[in-house]
């Protein structure tokens, strides 16, 4: 199976800051990497898929980048909605994997 | 507007098998896949498998797999993901989620969320506990 590690595990960030979230394969992967937000108690939500490829109705603060092996999320200003746990999600074969999760935090 | 609802939870003995539907609306299930996703309490998340609304071919995760079904009923729209002998670490929130294969060959499926998972069901709880 392809792993995924995700890094930093946790990130604490102010509203307004900038912020970004990385991903890495063990394996390349082409661009077959999506990313996902996920609150307490509610489904993870689409953000990004096929590396950089804005789901609709994401806001435009949100953006992906990356291919092959490293993957990266950006938010260019955090937003109280923002606060939350990112995944991201690699589909290159026919299986999927998931990374460990960013925790993203008030400072 | 497209939409998925599951079961409601469930609570089973170790040993036991559990059964968890997923009813979609709004949309074709024929013209989509589904993909069942689980997490653990305080945990991340662990995909278990994807089943094509199509035709029924399903891809499994090789932890699951010599456990887990996954079928669809196209009469009724819902898609169905069974797992047998239960122990204590299946306990956890089961969600599906539609998800499309880039393409298919007759050895199996591949890049099976094409354009990401969209659309999710809110979650069935499983706890296996004796």
């Known amino acids: 199976d392809i792993q995924m590690t995700q890094s930093p595990s946790t990130l604490s960030a102010s509203v307004g800051d900038r912020v970004t979230i990385t991903c890495r394969a063990s394996?390349?992967?082409?661009?077959?990497l999506a990313w996902y937000q996920q609150k307490p108690g509610k489904a993870p939500k689409l953000l990004i898929y096929k590396a950089s490829s804005l789901e609709s109705g994401v806001p435009s603060r949100f953006s992906g980048s990356g291919s092959g092996t490293e993957f990266t999320l950006t938010i260019s200003s955090l937003q109280p909605d923002d606060f939350a746990t990112y995944y991201c999600q690699q589909y290159n074969t026919y299986s999927s994997t998931f990374g460990q999760g960013t925790k993203l935090e008030i400072k | 507007q497209a939409q998925l609802v599951q079961s409601g939870g469930e609570v089973k003995k170790p040993g036991a098998s559990v059964r968890v539907s997923c009813e979609a609306s709004g949309y074709s299930l024929i013209s989509y896949g589904i993909t069942w996703v689980r997490q653990a309490p305080g945990q991340g998340l662990e995909w278990m498998g994807w089943?094509?609304?199509?035709?029924?071919?399903?891809e499994y995760a090789e932890k699951v797999q010599d456990r887990l079904t996954m079928t669809t009923d196209t009469s009724t729209n819902t898609a169905y993901m069974e797992l047998r002998t239960l122990r204590s670490d299946d306990t956890a929130v089961y969600y599906c989620?539609?998800?499309?294969?880039?393409?298919?060959?007759?050895?199996?499926?591949?890049?099976?969320?094409?354009?990401?998972?969209?659309?999710w069901g809110q979650g069935t709880t499983v706890i296996v506990s004796s």
């Open positions: 089943i094509s609304g199509k035709n029924g071919h399903t």
């Open positions: 989620a539609r998800a499309s294969a880039g393409f298919c060959t007759n050895i199996g499926c591949y890049r099976l969320a094409y354009n990401g998972m969209d659309v």
């Open positions: 394996q390349s992967i082409s661009n077959w």
